[in-house]
């Protein structure tokens, strides 16, 4: 019986110690990130992990930065962030990165937010909510687009077409009920009233409950903030309840996948999305239009079609490198303080200027609102 | 003192290991999140493992313990140990509630019932925004202070969580070696068969089954002070999954059976990673193989192995047993 419980005492202290020194380098940049590649948001970790694998291979192909190569050392989260906390640990401890570049989802970023800051280690965030920047933290920022500013977007066209009173249907998802939030709190200052507020399961089949209330209504027009079906769904139905005022997603839609699920039914619809979506369709002297066709030429080359949330990645990491271009080192506190004063840097995502107050930098001309025509994205002007 | 040798070996390589690894990652980080997982599965075993009612739900009561902690102590700025009281008070009494009704039910009725208990949680979780944060979580939780002493680094923290590991492995050996821990084996033989033997079934399934909630509460309260931050997401349906695996894959009805689960399960994705894009299909391949070649989990599977070796007549199941007569040999 000793023996027996001895073994397995060794066992376990066994495993536990299966540990490996970690050999450090000195001529290398490491950027560590921590994505989503697997579970319900790997539609955004997984392009997030090609782009960012892509990029830094082109980088060390053209000679690395200051002479320095570049290492990209990743982890799959899964969505959890839980494991995100423990990844980002050992980022910062084990793999003692310079920079990390990373957080698919609003619920990753967020959780490793206390860690970055007690570690100080710039941390740029892919994620949407705005509540990552928002207070301002030392060394967080993101370069997604915020749910406030796709309202914000929304809004300002709906203005423009003389719509004052409108009906919210959101998805009860993360990103849903956060736009949701950002909706309401922002209709005030553009003179919107929300004249309904409806929600639906990320998993529900069907809408015509919610959205018949809403043709009861006095509305001019329909907002509908979600991800995944919910939205096609919500599109199909709004045309077999014979609803015809105008119909406005979000850009969490804003992918060719949306445009094939809702089929005749997304004619017309107007959503405010990056401008990579309709990169082609750019006037020339758009300053954004070589970087987006040059970025979506090479993914397209190697792994199909483009979405934003690469775009994202593209953003994150060459903010990044050019932080560190520009302060001569990795020291972290002097990249960070370069990742603050990036300006003008012409990103997928729009035009970054950021500031000691703005982690994000991004104004609501990063957004193009655009119209669903014949099966295709056009550019509202 | 030789019945628990296991125990204080087991203890002294927890407390050794920080000596010698005092800035690890795998030792001060994954170690901790090891040993909240040991708690969580012990406290599983001792339900499915000892009693045999099976739980799909654990992760719920792991999920009001973080929660619990999570709202009091960062929304209104109680004392952590109040709150993780608190915590303990609420998951009782829940569990208390849901026993007697979920209990009658057996085999895969019962599965499905504890099923629909943790989804129902974590629906709440996610809906109720303006206490639980939603979907995005919950974060600025602060950090425990014992008599004074801020645990605020992931060593102190290794620490903390060792002791309290500790404490449960300590309690569970106990119980199973006591009066209700034979009650509970009796249980799981036959219920028919104990109650003629005088065991108070009722009683003794709701005991166990509160119980395990309390030391899952626990633990969430620990693990939300440890983290700083919490979301729906770690205590979903499929963290109560991976709890079940843990007790299986390490062997169920042996407390070191899910200690050990628990650990392998915890680093084998740290360790795995290096395989990149194919650690998902090992990590399920060993798995598979595991469960294959050691049907009764690694742990029982090979200390019964190890057994047949040594008596050569023995057979594999008079071995199993002997480990569940143990009793207070």
Do not use: C
């Not at chain 2, 003192?1 to 087991?10: E, H, K, P, Q, T």
């Amino acid at each position: 019986m000793n023996i027996r419980k001895t073994m397995t005492a060794l066992a376990v202290s066994t495993l536990m110690s299966l540990t490996a020194a970690q050999a450090l380098a000195a001529d290398t940049i490491k950027v560590g990130s921590f994505l989503a590649v697997t579970g319900g948001a790997s539609f955004l970790g997984d392009t997030e992990l090609k782009t960012l694998q892509m990029y830094v291979d082109e980088v060390n192909a053209k000679g690395g930065i200051d002479g320095m190569q570049v290492e990209l050392i990743h982890y799959d989260t899964g969505g959890d962030s839980k494991k995100a906390v423990n990844f980002a640990k050992r980022l910062i401890k084990k793999d003692q990165v310079d920079v990390i570049v990373g957080g698919s989802t609003s619920g990753t970023s967020m959780a490793v937010i206390d860690e970055v800051e007690s570690e100080g280690i710039p941390f740029i965030s892919l994620a949407g909510s705005v509540k990552i920047v928002e207070p301002v933290k030392k060394w967080v920022f993101k370069v997604p687009h915020t749910d406030r500013m796709a309202a914000g977007k929304i809004f300002e066209d709906m203005k423009k077409r003389g719509i004052s009173k409108v009906a919210l249907i959101s998805g009860d998802g993360g990103f849903g009920k956060s736009g949701r939030g950002e909706t309401l709190a922002l209709a005030p200052e553009y003179g919107i009233e929300i004249v309904a507020d409806e929600s639906y399961g990320a998993k529900d089949t069907d809408m015509t409950a919610q959205l018949t209330k809403i043709r009861d209504t006095d509305a001019q027009a329909v907002l509908n903030f979600g991800f995944g079906t919910g939205p096609a769904i919500v599109t199909k139905n709004v045309r077999q309840l014979g609803i015809t005022i105008p119909l406005y997603q979000s850009h969490g839609v804003a992918s060719k996948k949306y445009i094939e699920l809702a089929g005749d039914s997304a004619e017309g619809v107007r959503l405010p999305a990056a401008a990579l979506l309709v990169a082609d369709k750019l006037a020339d002297a758009d300053p954004q239009k070589p970087v987006l066709v040059a970025y979506q030429t090479k993914y397209e080359a190697a792994h199909g079609a483009v979405s934003t949330f690469g775009g994202h990645a593209f953003d994150g990491l060459y903010i990044a490198l050019e932080a560190i271009d520009r302060a001569n080192s990795t020291d972290k506190a002097k990249v960070r303080d370069e990742i603050e004063k990036t300006t003008n840097f012409i990103g997928t995502g729009g035009i970054f200027n950021m500031s000691a107050t703005d982690h994000l930098g991004l104004g609501l001309d990063a957004f193009k609102m655009l119209e669903i025509k014949n099966g295709d994205w056009t550019l509202v002007e | 003192m030789r019945r628990l040798a296991g125990f204080y070996i087991l203890a002294a390589g927890v407390a050794l290991l920080p000596v010698f690894f005092p800035d690890n990652y795998f030792i001060t980080v994954v170690g901790v999140t090891a040993g909240i997982h040991v708690i969580l599965a012990v406290s599983l075993n001792l339900l499915m493992g000892y009693a045999g009612q099976i739980s799909l739900g654990h992760a719920a009561f792991f999920g009001i313990g973080a929660y619990t902690s999570a709202i009091l102590s960062a929304r209104y700025g109680w004392n952590p140990w109040l709150a993780m009281l608190t915590g303990l008070l609420l998951t009782g009494v829940i569990a208390y509630f849901i026993a007697r009704p979920i209990l009658r039910l057996k085999g895969h009725y019962l599965a499905m019932a504890t099923l629909g208990f943790g989804i129902i949680i974590n629906i709440v979780l996610v809906q109720n925004g303006q206490l639980t944060g939603g979907p995005d979580g919950l974060g600025d939780i602060p950090s425990l202070t014992i008599f004074g002493w801020e645990v605020d680094s992931d060593l102190h923290w290794y620490g903390v969580i060792g002791v309290a590991m500790l404490a449960v492995i300590w309690l569970s050996l106990n119980i199973i070696d006591s009066r209700s821990g034979r009650a509970l084996r009796a249980l799981h033989g036959s219920e028919v068969a104990a109650e003629m033997m005088g065991i108070n079934t009722t009683t003794t399934k709701t005991g166990v089954f509160v119980l395990a909630a309390l030391i899952a509460s626990f633990a969430g309260s620990l693990f939300s002070h440890q983290q700083g931050f919490v979301s729906p997401g770690s205590f979903s349906f499929f963290f109560s999954i991976e709890l079940v695996t843990m007790v299986v894959l390490g062997g169920m009805a042996s407390t070191y059976g899910a200690v050990f689960g628990a650990i392998v399960l915890t680093f084998l994705p740290e360790l795995l990673v290096v395989f990149e894009d194919y650690e998902v299909m090992i990590f399920g391949a060993i798995l598979m193989l595991t469960m294959i070649f050691l049907p009764q989990g690694i742990f029982v599977g090979l200390r019964n192995l190890a057994y047949k070796l040594r008596k050569k007549n023995a057979t594999p199941d008079s071995i199993a047993g002997k480990e569940q007569n143990r009793g207070t040999a």
